[in-house]
């Protein structure tokens, strides 16, 4: 009992310490550049690791422990480091960040803390410099102390803002100073050098240089001195920016000029200003001697330098650490790989500190390497990869394990069924530490292994061929010197399952059903389960029409409906029991209508036949017995079967002369193959193809014609269709002559589409007969003339006027005119007539036109109380004929504009009784005849009117509707002006009366007054 609770607590204790971890950083801390003037007075270097349990920390600044108890300027929040007021002479170094717990020490990679500072210049007065005029001079700037990225301009009292450089003036970035290539007596003057730290942005000014320009003696000329150098040999990383410095003193002032020395041009992304020559993103390409050239006419000057490309790869892992638990006496092997330039080399550490080797023990650069691992080993390993640019830690933990065997979290299989024959394999896999010595057991009996019984090296059990004898419980016992355990499980034997009745390989027709058998014996405590496959991949009866599994038990029979060529191919029976799986598998072959053929070829065409040729189409295990052949052009209507040379393909012959063809039309052909199942798939449609030009072979039909103006013959005719055409360049030839004549006169109508010719000739006499026949012809030649037929000639312009011309107003602004129609005296007849109106006293010539197709016009659109002549002409295919002699006919009077009003209405139930004052036109309006009242429900439905000659009217309506009145007076001069719209609202059930307001020029709607009356019956 004792033993069993010792046990347990072992492994609690194993589980809690897997849950339990060493420290692993989640933030190292970094390179950190501190601004001194950014009124911010903290400092905080970031450390942050995971761990259980929670990890604390300590902190290095140049390899020595920091201790913050004793420095008032250093505090630790959690695992950051807090710098207060820090200063940058003695807070600056290398910091690293140690973090701790149970199990072992890490350590960070180093940071490197500064600071950005700038300090005064000095305000001691600076000494006069005294130059010739034509003279060289530099002035010093002599900077501060400071760090971080710094910019120099220099200031003079005789310039409001920093002194501008040119091919003169150049101040160096370098070391600050201003260099004058040649001084002039402008210069003369008191100059302050101005220095500004960019990342603290203040700024320090020098005091002031007097710089005193003597004239007493001018400075000769001489060749130029280079005085600002760049370096002759610098060392450039990949994508850096370098920028070189060059500036010569001499008089006359020296140009500068850049060159490579190689002869090469400049990089296009090369910036050159005065005497800087700036590389950005520094790339291989751009390595070699670069040049910087002093000249003036009394000489030049070199300075060179070369630039080497440096290949830095910054580094980074390619292989990090993994954690380990291991069991004692076991070995390890760890393997850290960092890639970058220059190589790195390797050290490792252990809980901190650097790893010590002895005979267990080795380090071989990047590779450590354990024996016979013992507990004293547990801990935290580090590898640190570094080279000149910097270094990288890769961390990991190694838990060495001791417990007894312990098979909670891989027991031995419970219960395992097997049929007779098969192999049992059973694992015996418990934790363990150290490794555990296995014993296997059945029932009672020790399984020593031989025979059929192997244990392997890993503890697992192996019996072959296995019998109903095998059937019981297996033991597996572990053992190490922690303690002991046990798991078992049950063997049970069945009989082999086997296919009594498999599917057969068999054939079916399109269209046709079978079945597939699949039947099996099997042990009769089993449940088999049937699959099938069809080409390799499992059949979804859920998802598939044509399949459907039937029979039941230990039959499972495939059935396929309504067979397709898609169906053929392999089908495989599988049946599964708990202890084996067997299948059986046959082939289907479907016999179906032919396969497509591929696409036909087409040789030797003419302008009637072709040679089409083709590959055999697959036949679907059905023999071909004929291919027949179609063609379609852009003139016909889909595919249609044509003529062919021999009349019926046999299924053996790959070719066949297509006859019957018209001459210049583009064809397409395809093959269809038939055999004894149906009729094939096409093949995909030929090439287009155009048949050989030839003389045209149809007639232009319904030749006819008539018409025309005086002297014209018109022949009409209905166009050949362009698939007759038979060539290029088709067109018509006209041949006509007089009757009773020999001699025919011809004339060509080139345009395809042409339909009419018209011959003119004024001698013709009007309905003279011709005969006439219209022939073809195209490129190639002419083609056959239509059957003659007799055409009359024109017949003459209408030689009458139009008689009793009369008419009288509609309106004030229309007119019905009528007449006696001219009658017709041959085969022209007269197609309109035309009107020709006036005003009295104008000019015919300004006569407005209305055409009319019969005897009567409405002319509209007139002057009220006007009076028009009018005068009316026939019209036949030849023109027009003499007009009539001009009758006067006035418009009415205009309609009163004056509008009803007064306007009431009442409402009773489905009736509405209005009245009105009467409209009384003026001298010069229409009289009233009577009113005509429009009523309608809502403002979208249809109008109804109604007349009426008294001034009240009472209207039947539907209740329960909104309904819209209108008035308006009805006069010989037509209608006069509207009411406006009147809203009657619906009130059902309902008496009302109401008005319409006199201010009618707002077209608005006012109640004079509603009375609503209720009626008891």
Known sequence: MRQRIKIRWILRWVQEENARHGPVFSQEPSDIIFPMSTGDNLVIINCKAKGNPPPHYRWKVNG???????????????????????????????YQCIATNVFGTIVSRNARVQFAFLQSFSRKPRNPVSVREGQAVVLLCAPPSHHGEIQYSWVSNREPRPLQQDARRFISQRTGN???????????????????????????FSSPTPLVVRRDVIMGEYEPKIEVRFPETLHISKGMSVKLECFALGNPVPSISWRRADGNSLAAKIKINHSVLEIPYFSPEDGGVYECVAENYRGKNVAKGH???QNVEHLHWGQTLKDAQMAIDANLQWECKAFGEPRPTYR??????????????????????????????????????????????????????ASPPDFTRRPVKKATVLQRGGELVLECRPDASPRATILWWRGSDLLRGGGRQTVMEDGTLRVTNITKLDEGRYTCVARNHFG????????????????????????????????????????STLSPVFKWFFNGKAIDFNRQDHFEMIGGGFAGDLMVRNVQLKHAGKYVCMVQTEVDTVSAAANLIVRGPPGASETPSVTDVTDTTVKLSWSPAPDNHSPITMYTVQARTPFSIGWQTINTVPDSVPGQ?????????????????????????????PSTPSEPIRTKPAVPRVAPINVSGGGGTQGELVITWEPVLEEQQSGEDFGYVVAFRPLGTSAWIQTAVASPDASKYVYRNDSIPPLSQFEVSVGVFNSVGEGPFSQVVVVLSSEGEPSEAPSDIRGRAASASEIVVFWEPVPSRSTNEIISYELLFWEEGTQQSDAGRVRAPNNTA???????STVYQISVRAQNSAGFGPCSPAVNISTRKPPPSQTPGSIRWSLTNSKIFLNWEPVKPSANESEVTGYKVEFRQNWNSRTLVLETNKTSIELQIPTGEDHVIEIKA???????????????????????????????????????????????F
């Open 178 to 204: 201003l260099y004058i290539a040649k001084v002039e007596a402008e210069d003369a003057g008191n100059y302050t050098c101005a220095v500004r730290n960019m990342m603290t942005n203040s700024s320090e």
């Open 348 to 401: 490792w550490l252990k809980n901190g500190q650097p790893l010590t080797t002895h005979d267990r023990i080795h380090t071989e650069a990047n590779t450590l390497t354990i024996s016979k691992i013992a507990l004293s080993d547990s801990g935290m390993y580090q590898c640190i990869a570094q080279n000149a640019f910097g270094s990288i830690h890769a961390s990991a933990e190694l838990k060495v394990a």
């Open 653 to 681: 012959m790959m070719h066949a002369f297509v006859t019957d063809l018209i001459p210049w039309v583009d064809y397409e052909f395809r093959v269809v193959a038939v055999n004894a199942v149906g009729v094939g798939e």
């Open 64 to 94: 020595e422990d920091l201790d913050t108890n004793s420095d008032s300027n250093y505090r630790l929040l959690e695992g950051n480091l807090l710098i207060s007021n820090p200063d940058f002479i003695s807070h600056g170094g290398v």
């Open 307 to 309: 630039l080497i490309f």
């Open 858 to 864: 409405l002319l509209a659109g007139l002057k009220a």
């Open 970 to 1016: 009805v006069t010989e001069g037509g209608d006069g002006t509207s009411s406006g719209p009147i809203r009657i609202p619906k009130l059902s059930g309902l008496n009302s009366r109401g008005c319409r307001s006199p201010v009618l020029l707002k077209m608005s709607l006012m109640l004079c007054g509603v009375v609503f009356t209720f009626f008891t």
């Open 484 to 523: 002991a355990s046990s798991s078992s499980g049950l063997l049970v034997v069945k009989e082999p399952t086997k296919i009594i009745a498999p599917p057969l390989s068999s054939d079916a027709s399109v269209g046709q059903s079978l079945v597939l058998p699949c039947e099996v014996a099997s042990d």
